[in-house]
């Protein structure tokens, strides 16, 4: 919000000094006799509302933002904008007459004044690229570092799911470990008995649970003639 705030009136600042810059121009000319009067006037007072306005909203946005010193030193000129504006004589062309520009030095005040204003609004500009230059890089700053904390967060689930698919592919494993050992000791456990009609009749016993081997001769079978 901050860098919208100053970023908005670098450029509205901006708009104000080519104003000033066209005031001068054209009161110069008028003073030179380049143009007339009531030209002059006419081209000025087309420019006293917009000039009012783009002030106000910078004065009023320095104002929400609570940027007391900037808001302070834009009010005085944002209040003579304002009052110059209400305190135009009934019958006048505007806040530049052309019956009257000419009468009381009022053609140099309005050159000065415009004068003033130019430096004011030269030394708001490089006041507001100040403020505005280190908010736009704390806020660059902080999106890549949100963007870092993602990469890492993403990194991060990632590898937790490879090493959780991992763990149960190893569970599996034991599994199926755990139900194939007890068969294999089953058939361990077993009786193997062989016979050998050519040694003779031998038996070989090997009992469960133990872990000697005992050959037992047994007597064979008598034949039936």
Known sequence: MEAVVFV????????????????????????????????????????????????????????????????????????????????????NMGVFDPTEIHNRGQLKSHMKEAMIKLGFHLLCFFMYLYRATPVAFRNCRLGVESELQLLAYTTATATATWDLSHVCNLHCILWQHRILNPLSEARDRTHI?????????????????????????????????
């Open 193 to 225: 008995l062989m016979d050998t009609s050519q040694l003779g009749s031998f038996k070989l016993i090997i009992s469960e649970g133990e872990e000697d081997i005992t050959w037992n001769q047994v007597p064979e079978p008598d034949l039936i003639t």
């Open 8 to 91: 908005f009136s670098l450029l509205d600042c901006c708009a104000l000094i080519f104003l000033s810059v066209y005031f001068i121009i054209t009161l110069s000319d008028l003073e030179c006799d380049y143009i007339n009067a009531r030209s002059c006037c006419s081209k000025l007072n087309k420019w006293v509302l917009p000039e009012l306005v783009g002030h106000t909203i910078v004065t009023v946005l320095m104002l929400i933002s609570l940027h007391w010193f900037i808001f302070l030193l834009n009010l005085p000129v944002a209040t003579w904008n304002i009052y110059r504006f209400i305190m135009v004589p009934s019958g």
